[in-house]
Structures are given as structure tokens and as C-alpha cells.
């Protein structure tokens, strides 16, 4: 089966869809347990799934409203005003027509980061100043060196994810407002919260208020990654009604599925059970993030995300680990050999519940340890056989 994926891992800086993956592992692709894509594996609920697989003939047949109008419901239900949102196929759907829009000269951003933002102002010619987060300070943002790194080279465009992709590292709201002042005289300022949902360390993390009353701040959201559909494709972002008004118009009228407008009508009657992924997911982080700290082989860091960033130890290598762990157990993960400011001993895993991260621990440990884990299974068949009563 090796040589079926072999090549999905080195045509792109991003990993491959689960779809392809299972395609090309045959049989085996129903098994896969997916710790690469940051998703919510508590919602929808099963219920909600249930209600969407009873309508999806309809879903599927007829045209779904303009995108204004999902966006409109989509604003109620946040409690927010619709002319300060505009929705999305997707967050890069956004970013690619933010580049296009606002981005005229430069952009700064920390790297390691979501590869779009890196890659698609380069493939239009921009200038990109990267800020290299530091391994030693745990990948944190430091607000102030960045400010004056973006002083420094004159970038006309700033961006900050908060919870940054691949770490997890998150900033306190009142700095990402200091932040915000300090950057007025830009063409536009960029916060990311696709990953802001999943925070818990403050009650009301985003900017996203804020934004929408400031001259040239933008907040970007992504409702896959909260509402674990990847598949459905849906982002927004908020801004004053001048900019978000601007990529509406930009943006085609028809550019959401009729599955995207289908859930965004389910939210209102589901908030308390999404508000209950939410807790259950900041359970599964911890519990998970305890067990990989029991590997001696793993580093691994504070994250208020829905994934955790571990290293390996010098002379394992993250890339041949990852296809031990497809072959072998059946399990994807996110290895950031390819992402700017990282080399393949770091791992992006996506936090799962219980019974998943034993699968997980299992495959490391069998890769780590290969003599250790074989001893452990023989030990363990021993003591399956039955026990035969001599007299």
C-alpha cells in the first residue's frame, strides 16, 4: 500500500485531502483515522447529520439562495450587523481575493504559518517579509519585535493568526488590539481567527467587534474548521461595512452550496450542543497533550487550538514516521517538513478523543521502541491463551 501515497506528500506544501488518500489506500481508506486536518470531531452532532442526510436530495437538487442572504442569517444568529460580514467559499477564498484587493506592495507575517498566506501574495509577485518565530521561546509571538520588524521593513500589509497554525499559540485579546493601534496607518491588518473558537483560556477572545468599527482591520473566520465540515467549504470574514461591502461585491453572488446555507439555518436551533463540542474538544486537548508528554521522544507544546505541535527527538525522523503510521495503523497525521520556519521533526496532530490518541501513542511507540512493542504484543498473546487446569 506504501507506494499507493508515496507521491501525495511531495507535490504541494499542503497535505493531501483525505478523499485522495482513501482513494489510493484501496480498501484500508475506511479505516484511516485522521489526525491531519483540524476539525471538530464532536459537531455536527449525529442528530444534525441525521437531519441533513433526510433533506440531502433536496439539498443537492435545487439552487441555493444568493450569498447575501445566507450571510444575513449567518449574521443573526452571531448577533452581529450583516453589512460588516462577508461569507466565503472557504477562508482561502478570501485570502486569495484579500491579496488581490489590499495587498498592492508588501505583507508581513510570522512564520511558521498557514501556508496561503505565505504562498499566495508570492505567486502574484508581492513582496513577503516573513518574521521567524524562535523554537527556543516555544514558538511564541513576541507583539513588540514584530512591530518593530514590520516598522523596520516597511511592509504595508500585516497579518496575525491568533491561535497560530502549526503551534497552537495564542495572544491575549488586549494585545491583538495594542497591536491593531499600532498598525493604523497600514493599507490593512489581517487577524486570523480561524482557530478562535476552540480558546478557553479567555471568555471572549476575538477582535471581531473591533474590527468592524476600525478603518483598516479585517477578521477572518472559518466555520469548517469550528463546525468540523471541512467538506462544506465556508469562511467569513468581519470588517467596516466600506471593506466588507467591497469583497462582497467582489465575491460572486452565488459563490456558497446549498449544504453551506442548509447549516447555517441548523445553527440557531444547535448553539448549545456546538458550545458543548467546544468543551469536549478543551477536555480531549489536555487528556491528549498529557499522554504524548509521556513519550520521553516528544516535545510537546502549549496549544489553545484544536491540534498540538510535537517535536521529535534528534534522529527521528517525522516523515518516515508518518508513513509507519498510514501503513501500519491506519493513521494520517500533519508532518511540517514542508512548512516555512519548520523541518520534518515537527508533527501537527489534531487533537481526537481518547480511543484515537491510543492508536496514535501505539504506532509512535511501536516506531520509536520497534523491539520493546513487539515484546509488549508477544506478552500480551501469551496472556491471551487460555488457561489449561493440570491435576
Not at 206 to 216: D, K, L
Request: glycine share 6%; net charge neutral; proline share 6%.
Amino acid at each position: 500500500m506504501r507506494h499507493r501515497v508515496d507521491g501525495l506528500f511531495q507535490q504541494t506544501a499542503h497535505s493531501p485531502s483525505f478523499f485522495e488518500l482513501s482513494r489510493r489506500m484501496g480498501d484500508h481508506g475506511g479505516q484511516l483515522v485522521d489526525f491531519c486536518i483540524p476539525c471538530n470531531p464532536y459537531f455536527p452532532t449525529p442528530d444534525m447529520f441525521d437531519m441533513l442526510a433526510r433533506n440531502l436530495e433536496a439539498v443537492l437538487k435545487f439552487y441555493p439562495s444568493d450569498a447575501d442572504t445566507i450571510a444575513g442569517q449567518l449574521a443573526r444568529v452571531l448577533g452581529i450587523n450583516p453589512a460588516t460580514i462577508a461569507m466565503s467559499n472557504g477562508s482561502t477564498e478570501l485570502i486569495t481575493w484579500m491579496d488581490h484587493l489590499w495587498v498592492r506592495e508588501s505583507i508581513a507575517i510570522p512564520i511558521p504559518t498557514f501556508g496561503r498566506w505565505t504562498d499566495q501574495p508570492m505567486e502574484t509577485g508581492k513582496r513577503v517579509d516573513m518574521f521567524p518565530l524562535q523554537e527556543e521561546n516555544g514558538f511564541a509571538l513576541d507583539i513588540d519585535a514584530y512591530l518593530r520588524f514590520i516598522h523596520a521593513r516597511g511592509s504595508r500589509v500585516a497579518v496575525l493568526c491568533n491561535p497560530n497554525n502549526p503551534d497552537g499559540g495564542y495572544l491575549p485579546r488586549r494585545e491583538i488590539l495594542r497591536f491593531m493601534d499600532e498598525l493604523s496607518h497600514l493599507d490593512l491588518v489581517v487577524i486570523d481567527e480561524s482557530f478562535i473558537d476552540f480558546v478557553e483560556v479567555e471568555r471572549n477572545p476575538s477582535v471581531g467587534a473591533e474590527a468592524a468599527i476600525r478603518p483598516n482591520v479585517v477578521v477572518l473566520k472559518s466555520l469548517g474548521k469550528n463546525f468540523g465540515l471541512h467538506g462544506i467549504r465556508f469562511g467569513y470574514l468581519v470588517a467596516n461595512p466600506g471593506l466588507a461591502g467591497k469583497m462582497r461585491r467582489t465575491l460572486p453572488k452565488w459563490n456558497l452550496n446549498s449544504l453551506a446555507e442548509t447549516v447555517v439555518f441548523m445553527l440557531a436551533e444547535h448553539g448549545e450542543a456546538y458550545r458543548e463540542s467546544l468543551r469536549l474538544l478543551a477536555r480531549d486537548r489536555y487528556t491528549m497533550g498529557m499522554e504524548l508528554a509521556l513519550l520521553p521522544e516528544l516535545t510537546v507544546y502549549a496549544s489553545q487550538a484544536n491540534f498540538l505541535l510535537v517535536k521529535l527527538a534528534p534522529g527521528l525522523n517525522g516523515t518516515e514516521l508518518r508513513d509507519h503510521l498510514i501503513s501500519r495503523h491506519r493513521v494520517f497525521i500533519r508532518e511540517c517538513g514542508n512548512k516555512l520556519g519548520m523541518s520534518n521533526q515537527f508533527l501537527r496532530l489534531v487533537v481526537r478523543p481518547e480511543q484515537d490518541v491510543a492508536r496514535l501513542v501505539e504506532g509512535i511507540r511501536e516506531y520509536t521502541h520497534p523491539q520493546w512493542h513487539q515484546q509488549q504484543q508477544q506478552e500480551a498473546s501469551i496472556r491471551s491463551l487460555p488457561v489449561r487446569n493440570i491435576s
